[in-house]
């Protein structure tokens, strides 16, 4: 008999992370041919991460260029896709999110005529411009997928108030089964600059932004703000493994560059990412990645940007909206420092996001899809998605035995 074609397209970094456990679920399937085709809208980032998980792609559509547009992104994926697509003659494409790639990807399966699988469907703040452009690209692609799967019971109703809800399952996210493959007790960092920190005595905070709507004064008023917290804290060291964005890079460079306690540092590879995220004290970020992947491991984040279209962490406790005014990041981030009790509520472990099951799920509602099997979807209720099945969690620095701003 032959094989079912599931072709899983993606190309940028958080893309990759979310769809490599799929890509590795959906090869140890009988009856399915795992096929990857990969648009290289990010090219260092992407190839970092299909290195991780040792996902060879199968076409490669290799199209960034520096500084690139929207514009452009979006119609070289759509030109190449044509050939992937005549060449690998796909049953299914899957693609994620709500990148450019995520867009044209599933645009040009409509044009021709392949059904669409959408990962991680559901999630809107809105706000047509915030996150710019990902909210449209999500809600278009919505509008094509055949099959969507959401994240969370809220991601089900959003699709539900645009009239989706045949094809819609939900499943929880992929990014849990990649933490759960990446995190180990014993892993060794390979980064240079992260073997020299000391996680002991300092209190290390993870610093990462990228946000195309928080280029300009929200990006500058994020790196004031962490200046700030780094001049009152001297036992904090931030990581910021920026962006490789030349926007970003730039920003970073102009207003954090020459401080020994703010380490700009290249983009982590994502198993060295993950266990940082294990080990460090708090999480300021733009990332939707990392505030998915931060609650299974117990670590607070403050949010900078205005909105967010996760608010089931918020809900959890383990995530607060900071917003892009550099007084109210600092006031939340020495709140974190200074109060003991502010701290411990909101460091706690919670899956709102899933269980590390996410993509055994997905393949199985494809193949009931596909007639491969009867018994493919497991409705939510059947299974605990808020079931804390943590990785692992390390001991984490205490805020009682460290000086904090000038009192112990
Ligand atoms: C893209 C996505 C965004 C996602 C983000 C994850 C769109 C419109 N945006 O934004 O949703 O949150 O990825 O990081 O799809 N670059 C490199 N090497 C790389 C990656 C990027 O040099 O490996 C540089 C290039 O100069 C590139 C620029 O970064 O032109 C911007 O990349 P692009 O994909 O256009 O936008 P992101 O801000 O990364
Ligand atoms: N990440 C990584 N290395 C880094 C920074 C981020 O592996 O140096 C991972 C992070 O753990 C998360 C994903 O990349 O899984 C988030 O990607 P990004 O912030 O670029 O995009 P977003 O999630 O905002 O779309």
Redesign the pocket.
Known sequence: MEKLRIMSVF?????AIKMCPLVQELANREGIESLCCVT?????????VLEVFQVKPDWDLDI???????ST?TSKCLTGMDEAIDSLKPDMILVH???????AGALSAFYHQVKVGHVEAGLRTYDKYS????EM?RKLTGQIATLHFAPTPRNRDNLAKEGITDGVFVMGNTVVDAIHMTVKPDFEFRDEQLKTLDFENNRVVLVTA???ENYGEPMENICRAIAELSEAYPDVHFVYPV??????RETAEKFLGGNNRIHLIH?LAVDEMHNLMARCYLIMTD???LQEEAPSLGKPVLVLRRETERPEAIEAGTVKLAGVEQANIVKLARELFDDEDAYAKMAHAVNPYGDGKTSQRIVQAIEQYFGLREDGYVPEDEWTIFENTQPWRPLRVSPRHRTISGRT
């Not at 190309?11 to 893309?15: F, K, M, Y």
């Not at 290289?40 to 970092?48: G, I, T, V, W």
């Not at 999110?97 to 867009?103: A, I, N, P």
Request: hydrophobic content about 20%.
């Open positions: 190309g940028t970094r958080p893309e290289a809208q990010h090219r260092q980032m992407l190839d970092s960034m260029t520096p500084r690139q547009t929207l992104i999110g709500d990148t450019s790639t995520t867009f996150p710019f452009p990902e690209n990228h946000r195309r962006h490789l964005s030349p926007y970003v983009p990332s939707g990645g």
